[in-house]
């Protein structure tokens, strides 16, 4: 079958692209948007159009608004732990059952090449059944013993309880994964969701409602999906009185618009936003390994990834000879189609992104940087969204491009003659995500990783990012943390009870 000239394959095991599911799933129920508006699906890598998603709309919201808050407060989702488990251990079973397919479906909607769509597919899957295990395990109910009071002594029992109605809002760049990591511990939890998904990745949301509907127990309304090509549908959720809580991912400027949509119901909100992450590269640093590696990591999501370090900061004394390193690296890097495997970056996920990128390079260039490599679209690949990886040095660390998140395959790269200006520089950012030192001292690493303003930092290549870790943002990068214990508990309130011995 072909769609506008795009190979489709219909079986889980072919390649090709793969057009998700066109409905939502609201109250148990799997739909098309109320007066039945659908949106285009394009290919990154073909800019062909591959299928259509359900247009939802502020009404299809306020329904799946409806079904949460009724099954929460009616339901027995909230207060049955083992048939939570039981669901979610059947929601994680069914994603491997239909692992291909969303990897097929990622790599349709966002371009994610092939070979490493690992962390896109398998780590969320596996996170599906770490929460499931996580929160069987979790004491919900915590005895602090006998506190001294003006009326004798008292006992006091802290109890962990679900928040209610989680809406949570997630980004195009690592859909499923996100679609997992802000629903799945709410879930767990006790919490009803309402997800919806970016614009550019309905598929991977409306899949996974899909599975949720036909093979789990989960009850009508304990999770909802509500794709939309509008940004006022999930305005409408951050505002909607009846819902608790937001957990976000997104862009610093979306956080805003959530934080004061929020604001006149006091809801919480969870934020994880945009970076602008620095590397501090030492004088003793194995510069072989650490700039290949750095070069790397700026590629294999096409630069779409929030906790990219894209601003390498390089000792005078070594700095033409890491700028060559990485220069090396990314001339050599394999761009290309991302059903190919062997590719490691696929296209931008749309023009709009790519025509950003291109400009912020281009006033990187008018601002005094110097051109190391890449900067425009390679001449082997007309066809589809991509980016030379490219290479900008001499980078004013006040210039636009040295500010704003780049979210494409670009490191800037700018010198420093003492510790205390790397330190400076890498904090000069309204942003603090996360950030990197490379050096063979490790205690002199860490002290200065020690001195970032920033929620996570690695150092020598030993990532922060884990499930098992807190994982969350300063600044304007956000608020809460995902991940580890912390990250469980943001869904949940604390009840403190005072009460006889
Ligand atoms: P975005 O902010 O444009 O959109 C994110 C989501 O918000 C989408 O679902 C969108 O429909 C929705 N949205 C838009 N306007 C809204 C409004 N007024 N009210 C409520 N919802 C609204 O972000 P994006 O372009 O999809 O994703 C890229 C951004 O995400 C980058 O800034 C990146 O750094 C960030 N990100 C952060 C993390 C992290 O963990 N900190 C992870 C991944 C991506």
Redesign the pocket.
């Known amino acids: 079958m072909t769609v506008k000239g795009v190979l489709v394959a219909s079986e889980a095991n072919e390649t090709g692209v793969l057009a998700g599911d066109d409905r939502m799933l609201i109250d148990g129920e799997l739909q098309h948007a109320a007066g039945g508006a659908a949106f285009e699906v394009i290919h990154p890598a073909s800019e062909q159009v591959v299928g259509r998603a359900a247009d939802g709309t502020v009404e299809d919201m306020g329904r799946a608004v409806a079904a949460a808050r009724r099954a929460f407060d009616d339901g027995s989702w909230s207060a049955d732990l083992e048939f939570r488990k039981h669901c979610l251990m059947q929601l994680h079973d069914a994603m491997e059952r239909s692992k291909e397919r969303l990897r097929r479906i990622l790599i349709t909607e966002v371009g994610c090449p092939v070979t490493v769509t690992g962390s896109q597919i398998e780590s969320p899957i596996h996170e599906v059944k770490h929460w499931a295990e996580f929160g069987a395990d979790f004491e919900y109910l915590r005895d602090t013993g006998l506190h001294d009071t003006p009326l004798g002594p008292a006992r006091r029992m802290l109890r962990y309880e679900p928040v209610g109605v989680v809406g949570a ?6 859909p499923l994964y ?1 679609n997992i990591a802000e629903t799945v511990p709410a879930l767990m939890a006790g919490n009803t969701v309402v997800l ?5 990745t309905p598929w991977s949301g409306s899949e996974l409602g899909r599975i949720v509907a036909e093979e789990t127990d989960i009850p009508a309304g304990v999770f909802n999906v509500v794709t939309s090509n509008a ?1 006022e549908v ?2 409408a ?2 505002a909607d009185p009846r819902v608790d809580m937001i957990t ?8 805003r ?2 934080l004061a ?1 929020a604001a006149p119901t006091v809801k919480k909100t969870l934020l ?4 602008k992450s620095a590397h501090i590269v030492l004088e003793d640093a194995d510069l072989n390994a650490a700039m290949p590696l750095a070069a790397m990591m700026a590629c294999v999501m096409s630069g779409q990834s ?2 990219l370090p894209s601003r390498i900061l390089l000792p005078r004394s070594r700095y033409e000879e890491g700028i060559g390193l990485l220069a090396t690296m990314m001339q050599n890097f394999p761009v290309g189609d991302p059903w190919t495997p062997g590719v490691m970056q696929g296209p931008q996920i749309c023009a709009a992104q790519r025509e950003k990128v291109l400009g912020l390079i281009a006033s990187g260039v008018a601002d005094g940087a110097r051109l190391v490599t890449g900067g425009g679209i390679p001449a082997n690949l007309p066809v589809g969204y991509y980016t030379e990886p490219t290479l900008l040095a001499d980078v004013d660390p006040n210039s636009r491009i040295a500010q704003e ?1 780049i ?1 494409g395959p670009v490191l800037t790269v700018t010198p420093y003659d003492t510790d205390d200006e790397a330190v400076a520089i890498a904090n000069n950012s309204i942003y603090g ?1 996360s950030g990197e030192v490379s050096g063979a001292d490790v205690d002199r690493a860490f002290a200065i990783a020690a001195r970032l303003r920033t929620g996570n930092v690695t150092i020598n290549g030993k990532s922060h990012f884990g499930i098992d870790s807190p ?1 969350g ?1 300063t600044g304007q ?2 608020l809460g943390y ?1 991940n580890g214990t912390h990250g469980y508990q943001e869904y949940l309130h604390i009840k403190t009870i005072g009460m006889p011995e």
């Not at 919806?196 to 550019?200: D, E, R, S, T, Y």
């Not at 976000?248 to 956080?255: C, H, I, K, V, Y």
């Not at 994880?272 to 970076?275: I, N, V």
């Open positions: 809002i997630t980004p195009w760049n690592v996100l919806k998904p970016a614009q550019l940004n999930g305005a959720l951050s976000f991912t997104g862009s610093t400027a979306t956080g618009a959530i949509a994880e936003l945009g970076g929030c906790v998140e979210f995500l994982f943002g990068s956000g995902r």
